[in-house]
């Protein structure tokens, strides 16, 4: 018997002799299980050293009116980042996450910060309505900052990671990416910023005639990541593709960091089994591709705003799990008689 089936069986031994029910805890004992696996250990340790990841960029497809907001928003929220102003940064104190931002290819040109990760693969990609978005040669700059990005991370400590997503015009990026995976678009197609019909209808346009053009190839990841992807898509893909090298759990967050996982998946299956979903967005791409993915998010809470805060709020309920397999009695231990059920 492999490892991991001797490590799952006695995780599942002794979650159903905890004094509760068997399975009454749901979704918790999964995630309980999944971070054994990761971990390779029949009791999990809590995750101690907790860090989430935005990665900023622009994106070249804003300059066709895909969005409600203006592509100074992209620079102007790292700032907030930065500052501890944003609801990420809220959310990440409450969990006592660290929050870093990488310049993944933003239009601006940051000073430093010890917070601030500076990967920037160029002032944005192209508009990939007329052209793909960027070079293979970057596309595949793209994959391994990411890597390097997770790599560093995990020699820091990281031992549960998040990440998130900002740039104006990203939810127009995701949705090219899934589109030229396969999923069809009116089944990902929604707002990301609020717009109204006649815009959306626009960004259906745009993301139709960049397929046209484009003719991205759907058996390749790195092929659609330069044509219709994002800088800092491709970066979480790597950060995704290296931490599951690392066996350290990631949690992704709404649909265009699902996509990113969707480009990491395409070029490695085996990530699924360190990846978390941290919530379902509102956003309906998203919980198609979750399920397509057999992922099941952890929260659902009609959230839409990105930045990774979905990610970051589902930290707590994976601590969670980890302590009630630690900490809870079993029956034996509590002098609890058993029941009927069988174990």
Do not use: W
Not at 320 to 329: C, D, N, T
């Amino acid at each position: 018997m492999a490892n991991s089936e001797i490590i799952r069986q006695k995780v599942l031994a002794r979650l159903n002799n905890l004094t509760k029910p068997i399975g009454s805890l749901g979704y918790l004992e999964e995630i309980a299980l999944k971070m054994a696996l990761i971990q390779g250990k029949e009791l999990p340790e809590l995750p101690r050293n907790k860090k989430v990841y935005i990665f900023a960029g622009d994106h070249g497809v804003v300059t066709q009116g895909v969005s409600a907001y203006p592509r100074d928003v992209t620079y102007q929220m790292v700032f907030n980042f930065l500052s501890g102003g944003a609801a990420v940064n809220v959310f990440a104190r409450h969990v006592g996450a660290e929050v870093f931002v990488v310049d993944a290819g933003v239009d601006y040109e940051f000073g430093d910060s010890p917070y601030l990760i500076k990967a920037k693969i160029g002032f944005g990609t192209n508009d990939f309505s007329i052209g793909p978005a960027m070079s293979m040669e970057e596309a595949r700059m793209c994959i391994d900052y990411g890597r390097e990005i997770a790599s560093q991370a995990i020699d820091a400590g990281a031992d549960l990671l998040a990440i998130g997503d900002m740039g104006i015009g990203n939810t127009t990026t995701a949705t090219a990416i899934a589109v030229s995976f396969g999923y069809a678009i009116d089944d990902v197609l929604d707002i990301g910023t609020p717009i109204d019909d006649v815009a959306l209808q626009n960004k259906r346009r745009v993301i139709l005639k960049a397929m046209e053009i484009n003719r991205p190839d759907k058996t390749d990841a790195l092929d659609i990541l330069a044509k219709v992807g994002g800088y800092c898509i491709g970066q979480m893909a790597g950060f995704i593709l290296e931490a599951a090298n690392s066996r350290v759990p990631v949690v992704v967050d709404g649909f265009p960091t699902t996509c990113a996982l969707l480009i990491a998946y395409n070029m490695d299956k085996n990530v699924l089994d360190y990846v978390f979903a941290g919530h379902k967005s509102s956003v309906k791409g998203h919980s198609v591709i979750l399920n397509s993915l057999g992922l099941r998010p952890i929260l659902d809470l009609d959230m839409r705003l990105g930045e990774g805060t979905g990610a970051v709020l589902a930290m707590n309920i994976i601590e969670a799990a980890v302590k009630m397999i630690r900490e809870m009695a079993t029956f034996d231990s509590a002098g609890i008689s058993r029941g009927s059920e069988q174990v």
